[in-house]
């Protein structure tokens, strides 16, 4: 195909703008190096082109231009996401969603709430708060992801224990497919017949299309709330009063354990003077529920830690104490930053009940290597986020805690986890899913990405080791579309 | 291909005695007819064969046969499904996982026990009791019907109110796949990376391939139950009751009416004496929990039904006390056939919402129409089972109680509900699927199946109306395999 005399690009973004307006289209070199990366900083691909539509239609006449051209495209949100799920490609187009931003109808008689990809997570709350809901999954980036790339990334957080993931609250989804259709999967009532797309579609990373409109659902704001501070000796102790407690039928909100590393790395940030600095972990866990029900759960919850050897444990019920009691938890990786120049964060899964033994592997692992491992994690969903501290500005020290992550992966794989919690695979931890599942699992997989998209330009680089070797991008363009260098 | 001087259906059987053992397969004409139908016995097909594998290697070699010579294949546990999803087909093989009956492994401290197809629902909670677990999906149809069943049309029950349907229980599958690779999906811990293959497969309705091994969650039995019976004037009063008690922020584990017709019906066959006759309706609400809170949640329930109009509510603690009470919900379908000599049993859901003004709609259908419909449904889920009594040697009431089925089912989708709560489609619905679904959204289903099922062999005749018209089975042999014909 004969573009005339402007390079591909310029003639591409020329489209766009027709589609979605002259100020949708990034072309400025200065302006697109904003999109280079998402909070996975170690991967870094400046754009070639941003489009930042606004409507389900203008997304569809985008992805047909993508298809006309075979120009493979990543959707990114608010570019939270630690995986690099959000990484741009040299020679494909990245598609912003962040001005798809409202939240286009609430029905609260049937708990739910449709909105934009680009609503923020934490707007669906405020939006729905007054009349006595929330939306339940908080992962830490709350205030600033967006729903759309919760949707991509199956987000969870830390009060997931209770009230599970993205994917058990999303009730439907308009989609538009890589070829530019529109449809429907899910709606408004939960399980729907028909293949259960909407939760293939939660998780997929923008691999199958691209979100436009998505249907939470919403539930009623407990009538109370307590959290529950426990001090230990020993982490492995913390990790048996976590069994404990599921054991006795009590499914608390949350429940989250801090190493004597990450305690005394807040204590010298945050200073809550509730996490006792000589205590080998401590155990934050909340309960909620009706009014009634919350002071017979935290008692029995409290005699469970007395039982499994907890020190001392501290109770909260108002909004202020419970806040104090949640602080240092929720400084736990910025202060994490104060231990060492550098800190690799890593996050992976186990069954519950291999909680200790993995710890003492993890413990094992850095001490072999040298490198010090913050443990910090949703210990009711076996969720492990072990921080690896190091210095970059010693050479090879990255190459070394990458492999260090890797080793507590496999670790993880072989507890019968899961190489991943809530973060993704996105460029990242491509290289490990074969770790995981075996070749037929994996064709199986791309087997339904490519009835999707044929043509495999949906975010194609991103959770796949194969069919190209790991690294190399699985993707070819019909026109010649130069990537790195500056085309405007 | 030359088959010799046998039959191609001998041919196929010596295939199938050399992989399962000569027991295994079931060639006799007289044994055949056992299986021409499942629960929805207005369908019925004998198949030209039959094969009861034990393991998870003989059905991996089972369909390598049927993808070797493209013969269409049809799993059935131990067919009680009620929209036909087991049906035979005339020329395709039937497999009977009922031999595929171990329980595999109790894991009790990860709460999660895994299981052959063949596995009645109720055996697990058997096997788990005992150390105080259970698991929660219970259809009726519990004490007979299988796991693997179960899987296939994503069942619910009476208890999936506050727990949810099969799927929200299932972690992994092992499946073969129809061109008979064995593959894993999901695993031991949940919300693993890459897309979420376990949740399309869960109500796939055998169109995907065979579930060989299940790993299912189990959950901690809960220390107290109580079971209140609400009596209304009216099944308004009945419906906004329970909007009332969901609005409280309390999920009930289940919340069932059941209308004037069917509360005479049961206290004509089983008299409970204590369902009044002269209601309109009565509402049975199950709260369980810890022993603490349960009795504040029976109390303010009782509360909210008084303020709804209720005329009285009894609470029933104990478990004869408790089975009491239940009895005569768990004996309506089997009274309604005392009403009229046959009734035909609706599956349909709506937005809870809408319970009151779908119920107008019914009713005035019933009066137009000339049938008598009685209600009894999961009204937490907005699950309605309405059963339209009549006639079948009059000529013609057939065809118009399935139309009149029909439009009960287009006035649920549109008030934005589903065909199905928990039936499935299977035979039965597959013409209202273009009522739900735009043609972009079946061909993105469609697109899936060709993904796990190129050769469209798996179940091909279900769920879905295309690509052929309505009743055309959409599959061809390469070889030519006599079907209703006595071929042994």
Request: glycine share 10%.
């Amino acid at each position: 195909m004969v573009l005339s005399q402007t390079t591909p690009w310029q003639r591409i973004a020329a489209e766009l703008r027709a589609i979605a307006g002259a100020d949708a289209v990034v072309s400025d070199e200065s302006e697109r190096l904003v999109y280079e990366c998402d909070g996975l900083a170690s991967y870094r691909q400046r754009p070639p082109l941003v489009v930042l539509p606004t409507t389900t239609e203008q997304v569809a006449a985008i992805l047909k231009v993508c298809d006309r051209y075979r120009i493979p495209f990543v959707a990114r949100g608010s570019g939270t996401g630690l995986s690099g799920g959000a990484l741009p490609m040299a020679d494909g187009l990245l598609i912003v969603t962040s001005r798809m931003n409202q939240i286009l109808s609430i029905d609260l008689d049937n708990q739910q709430v449709v909105v934009q990809p680009g609503v923020i997570n934490a707007w669906v709350t405020q939006a729905v708060s007054g009349a006595g809901f929330y939306y339940a999954p908080d992962p830490s980036s709350q205030i600033i992801c967006s729903i759309g790339g919760n949707v991509a990334e199956n987000s969870g957080g830390v009060h997931c224990l209770k009230y599970g993931v993205t994917t058990n609250h999303v009730l439907g989804l308009k989609v538009v497919l890589p070829q530019g259709d529109i449809v429907a999967l899910g709606g408004p009532v939960a399980d729907q017949p028909g293949y259960d797309l909407t939760g293939v579609f939660v998780g997929s990373e923008g691999t199958l299309g691209i979100a436009t409109e998505i249907t939470l659902k919403i539930l009623k704001t407990p009538e109370a709330i307590a959290v529950l501070l426990a001090d230990f000796t020993t982490i492995t102790a913390a990790g048996e009063t976590v069994s404990a407690i599921i054991r006795a039928g009590i499914i608390p909100a949350g429940m989250e354990i801090m190493d004597n590393i990450s305690i005394n790395a807040v204590e010298d940030v945050v200073a809550t003077n509730c996490y006792p600095r000589d205590a080998g972990a401590i155990l934050l866990v909340e309960v909620d529920g009706l009014a009634a029900e919350v002071p017979l759960l935290q008692e029995q919850i409290q005699r469970i830690c007395y039982d499994n050897g907890s020190r001392t444990v501290a109770i909260a019920t108002d909004i202020e104490e419970r806040l104090k009691l949640w602080k240092g938890r929720k400084a736990a990786f910025a202060a994490a930053g104060r231990l060492s120049p550098n800190y690799f964060v890593q996050d992976g899964v186990i069954p519950r009940s291999q909680l200790s033994q993995i710890l003492d592997q993890i413990n094992i692992l850095s001490e072999t290597s040298g490198y010090r491992i913050a443990n910090v994690f949703h210990a009711g969903d076996g969720n492990l986020h072990p921080l690896i501290l190091y210095d970059e500005t010693i050479p090879g020290s990255l190459e070394a805690v990458e492999h260090l992550g890797g080793e507590i992966l496999k670790l993880c794989v072989q507890a019968g986890g899961s190489i991943s919690g809530e973060h993704g695979i996105g460029s990242d931890k491509r290289c490990f899913m074969p770790d995981m599942f075996s070749a037929a699992d994996l064709e199986t997989m791309q087997a339904l990405r490519a009835a999707f998209d044929p043509k495999h330009l949906a975010n194609p680089d991103k959770i796949f080791p194969t069919p190209r070797t790991c690294g190399e991008a699985a993707h070819s363009s019909i026109i010649d579309l130069p990537g790195e260098v500056d085309i405007f």
